[in-house]
Structure formats: structure tokens, C-alpha cells
């Protein structure tokens, strides 16, 4: 059975830096691309960062407009994990963090697109 664990989410001030972490287990995901989501009270769960699949090419990251030059993603497949390191944190990037893995290589703003979601991840950012 497949599993994605979040963690690393809390509460911290604007301008601090967070570094969130999915590990992943029961499958085998190096030729799929994952992504981490958020969603805020009151709105629709969107794309953060995505980063495709490991092939003979190097990894590709797309990045969400607010978040471009702040939020790095990056993985691991040695240890089945992404990463989202967040710094300069605003008060609008509170929300729900969620790690997902893709059916494919690409990276998707669909959420059809992805078959497997971690449980979420709370990150508060006080002003």
C-alpha cells in the first residue's frame, strides 16, 4: 500500500523559513513527477512547486508565480522523499500543505493527474 508522509509544517513569522518533507513508501515512484499543493480556507487546492520525474534527462521544477525565487523543491529518490524549502514566508502562504505523486513524468496543475496524496501538512505564517 502506498503511502506519502508530510511533515515539517508549523506556525512561524513572516520572513522565517520552513522546510517541509513527503516520504513516500510502498511503490516506486523515480519515473514520476510530484508535486506539493496547498489550500487555503475557502479556496481551491492548487499547485506550489511541482518536479517531473528522474529520467536520463535532469529533473525539471515549475513553480507557482507567488511563490517563484522563495520555494525550492527538490527530491531524493535514495531516501523516497520531496522537499519544499520555503523561505521568506508571507502571511498568505498559510495553508494546508499536501505532497502528491503524478501518474506520469510530467508535472500537472491538474489534481486528476495525480493518484497518490499525502494527509496534509498545517503551515501558519504570522505577520
Known amino acids: 500500500q502506498v503511502q506519502l508522509v508530510e511533515s515539517g509544517g508549523g506556525l512561524v513569522q513572516a520572513g522565517d523559513s520552513l522546510r517541509l518533507a513527503c516520504a513516500d513508501s510502498?511503490?516506486?515512484?523515480?519515473?514520476?513527477?510530484k508535486g506539493w499543493f496547498r489550500q487555503a480556507p475557502g479556496k481551491e487546492r492548487e499547485l506550489v512547486a511541482g518536479?517531473?520525474?528522474?529520467?536520463?534527462?535532469?529533473?525539471?521544477?515549475t513553480y507557482e508565480d507567488s511563490v517563484k525565487g522563495r520555494f525550492t523543491i527538490s527530491r531524493d529518490n535514495a531516501k523516497n522523499t520531496v522537499y519544499l524549502q520555503m523561505n521568506s514566508l508571507k502571511p498568505e502562504d498559510t495553508a494546508v500543505y499536501y505532497c502528491?505523486?503524478?501518474?506520469?513524468?510530467?508535472?500537472?496543475?491538474?489534481?486528476?493527474?495525480?493518484?497518490?496524496w499525502g494527509q496534509g501538512t498545517q503551515v501558519i505564517v504570522s505577520s
Open positions: 518536479i517531473t520525474g528522474i529520467t536520463w534527462r535532469n529533473s525539471r521544477t
Open positions: 510502498g511503490g516506486s515512484f523515480t519515473g514520476n513527477a
Open positions: 502528491a505523486v503524478a501518474r506520469g513524468y510530467s508535472v500537472s496543475i491538474n489534481l486528476n493527474d495525480y493518484n497518490h
